[in-house]
């Protein structure tokens, strides 16, 4: 941890943790321990830069028109990151040096919620201060009780900083029920270097601030929930997992949960018995009847 304007729980990946890919079990244990204290966790060197480059390379091609400009009022334009390419591979959203973190926190059976990306073009004013999830009984006096349910995993393709924009974050306020009350606690500014992430707990208080530079600031978020947890907030316009059957089919079957709520399950069974309905009901009826009287009538 460094000044006060940047206090915000940190780790720093070993070396030994990046060339093997894999992190120890003391570094997710403190990991999970400081993330559930404070409701974030920056994590220098969490992705290889090699890698950040093919996905800042695959991103600025696939997603050129958004980064030219936008109408927006905020200039925050917001839009779901196809599942292709490098954001197809399991490094991107099974990342080995932050999944085992994820699964210890929500469990070895959780989702992709979503998958997208936040641009703030020059002159972005702060975002509005906000959670990223609604209570889920009504009352966050029941929420703040339980452990995590959601949480984000924010990427910068850009140095995330005082100029660019970072996410200013309230530590420990998912603990706390009275939104007035949290958002009255002075924030962080965590600098969020290129190759280095943030993870936020979904009812922490957070807001992206402003962006003084001249520089446009990409970032691609993964939401990753419990398995029983949907955020259905924010995408009546836009789906919050892209991914194509190809694709799907290419993921590694140990993967496949993370996306596989996201088709319709049931539509095999739809179909099965909406093929039964028309051979036993709908084509008798409209067809062979109708055949069989005109027979008749000869």
């Keep these: 941890m460094t000044a006060p304007f940047d206090d915000v729980p940190t780790l720093t990946i070993a070396d030994d943790e990046a060339h093997s890919q894999k992190l120890k079990p003391s570094t997710v244990d403190e990991a999970v321990r400081l993330f559930r204290e404070g409701g974030a966790l920056r994590l220098h060197g969490a992705i290889p830069l090699e890698f950040l480059e093919e996905l800042d390379g695959h991103y600025r091609k696939r997603y050129w028109s958004e980064l030219e400009s936008t109408d927006k009022e905020d200039r925050r334009p917001l839009f779901t990151v196809d599942v292709e390419g490098p954001f197809a591979r399991p490094q991107f959203y099974a990342n080995p040096l932050v999944f085992p973190i994820i699964e210890r926190l929500l469990g070895d059976d959780c989702i992709l919620g979503a998958c997208s990306s936040v641009v703030s073009f020059p002159g972005a004013p702060d975002q509005f201060t906000h959670r990223d999830s609604d209570s889920l009984f009504g009352d966050f006096a029941y929420d703040v009780k339980l452990p995590p349910y959601a949480l984000t995993v924010l990427m910068p393709l850009v140095d995330a900083d005082a100029e660019t924009g970072s996410t200013e974050v309230w ?80 993921v590694p079957r140990e993967y496949r949960r993370l996306f596989s709520w996201g088709f319709d399950r049931y539509l095999k069974i739809r179909v099965k018995r909406g093929a039964r309905r028309v051979a036993l009901d709908v084509l008798p009826q409209r067809v062979l009847l109708p055949l069989k009287h005109a027979l008749k009538s000869r």
């Design 171 to 250: 530590p420990t306020t998912q603990h706390e029920p009275d939104f007035e009350k949290a958002k009255a606690t002075p924030p962080v500014h965590p600098v969020v270097p290129r190759g280095s992430i943030m993870m936020t707990d979904s009812r922490v208080v957070h807001r992206g601030a402003r962006n003084r530079s001249e520089r446009v600031r990409p970032l691609v978020y993964c939401s990753y929930h419990r398995h029983w947890f949907r955020d259905y907030g924010g995408y009546e316009t836009r789906p919050p997992i892209s991914i194509n059957p190809i694709e799907y089919a290419r």
